[in-house]
């Protein structure tokens, strides 16, 4: 009975290493795993932020503006904007935008005040890079004068231009924003870059803009591409 006993204990004891020796290789199995999932996901991360750099320095080659790292989100597989479309309207934007539209479509209600070279052609900030509109504005003898609005103040074209507007509508002018993009103005270096264009107002003709630009800056090198937005 008592060798009986023994080979019992001995038993019962081999069964209890080989559980604990099944447990730990599950253990050491499971975190395998969990480490070789981390490092697949940020190997598929480094993936995408690669492809991105390498889309970016494809753009810089063709003379074109990188995005900023902000203005990069793609979009769902249930639709919206596309990635050119990102941060650069919203709804209270498009709002407002529809409504300095239909505010440029309404015909002067007042007598024609002073004249259009109170407006300065260029009004922009003076370093940075920052959103620009062109609009043209028109007296009751149809003479015609392009103004170049941007600021750094403002994320939206729109904004760029509705002061400008405001002003011109409430002196019985008429005028029309004929679209806009970015700047990137470098004084140091005696360098502004057109490029892009508007969510809301579309592309315009950037030999127009630079030209109003290069009355402001004579000495200035002034680039324009369609490139970027």
């Known amino acids: 009975t008592m060798k009986r006993n023994a080979r019992l204990c001995l038993s019962n004891l081999a069964v209890l290493h080989l559980s604990s020796s099944a447990l730990a290789f599950c253990q050491h199995r499971s975190i395998s795993s969990i480490a070789s999932q981390n490092q697949a996901s940020k190997d598929s991360t480094i993936d995408r932020l690669s492809s991105r750099s390498i889309e970016w320095s494809l753009m810089s080659l063709r003379g074109g503006h990188q995005p900023s790292q902000t203005g990069l989100q793609m979009s769902t597989s249930g639709g919206g904007m596309s990635r050119d479309d990102n941060f650069t309207t919203n709804v209270a934007e498009q709002k407002d935008a529809a409504a300095l539209k239909q505010r440029m479509n309404e015909a002067a209600d007042t007598q024609f005040q002073g004249s259009l070279d109170s ?8 370093r940075g890079v920052f959103k620009y509109v062109l609009i043209e504005a028109t007296d009751n003898k149809g003479g015609k004068k392009y103004l170049v609005r941007g600021n750094v103040r403002y994320d939206y074209h729109v904004y760029c231009a509705r002061p400008t507007v405001e002003a011109l509508k409430d002196a019985g002018f008429s005028a029309q924003v004929l679209g806009g993009g970015r700047m990137k103005f470098l004084p140091e270096a005696q360098r502004l ?22 009355t402001m800056f004579p000495d200035y090198t002034i680039t324009t591409s369609n490139e970027g937005y």
């Open 119 to 126: 407006f300065p052609a260029c009004d922009i900030s003076p």
């Open 193 to 214: 870059d057109i490029y892009g264009k508007s969510h809301s107002f579309g592309r315009e003709d950037k030999s127009i803009t630079a030209r109003v630009c290069q």
